[in-house]
């Protein structure tokens, strides 16, 4: 379903021939079966890339080489019966993980998995997928729902870290 239609779009992405100037792609060199499998987030400081692992589930890392390349595959927080889809982080360096069953929004703090809202009636949180903090000051979270068709503000009182923005030469 989901999994698989990201995938899809992900390798259409990679695979894609280079588009016409001015726009620019940019990517990373992947060992072989590396290839990322669902949402990803770069890590507040840029060393490592996170991949959400759907079908593990779980989330993963790749420390990310100086030449462009990326290291070995690390397993940071494995989620049994849940299905993880986006992610985020803090400017504290907390992990925000969005699972589409369960309804709801985890928090990985490096040593454990906690729950930041969870909706067991799945009306507000209808299948959570992507997740953005928003605002002048990234102050505002925000989660797309797959089954529900639409967003939800939530009231978390956290802050996003800054986004990595491309060096163009």
């Keep these: 379903g989901v999994a698989a239609a990201s995938m899809v779009a992900a390798l259409w992405g990679w695979f894609r021939p280079a588009p016409p100037r001015p726009v620019m792609r940019y990517g990373l ?4 079966g590396q290839l990322p499998r669902g949402m990803m987030a770069l890590s507040p ?23 462009g390349t990326a290291g070995p595959r ?39 998995l906690g729950t930041l809202v969870e909706d067991w009636s799945g009306l507000m949180l209808s299948a959570p997928t992507n997740i953005a903090f928003v ?17 939800t503000r939530i009231d978390a009182g956290l802050v996003g870290s800054p986004l990595h923005h491309p060096r163009i030469r």
């Design 29 to 32: 060199a992947f060992a072989e």
């Design 45 to 67: 400081d840029g060393a490592h890339l996170y991949v959400v692992e759907s079908s593990l589930p779980g989330v993963s890392r790749l420390p990310l080489r100086a030449d």
């Design 74 to 112: 690390e397993l940071v927080v494995d989620m049994p019966r849940t299905v993880p889809d986006g992610i985020a982080f803090t400017v504290e360096g907390l992990l925000l993980i969005t699972c589409y069953r369960p309804d709801a929004v985890f928090t990985w703090d490096g040593a454990s």
């Design 135 to 151: 605002g002048s000051g990234r102050d505002q979270l925000v989660s797309a729902n797959l089954a529900g068709w639409h967003l």
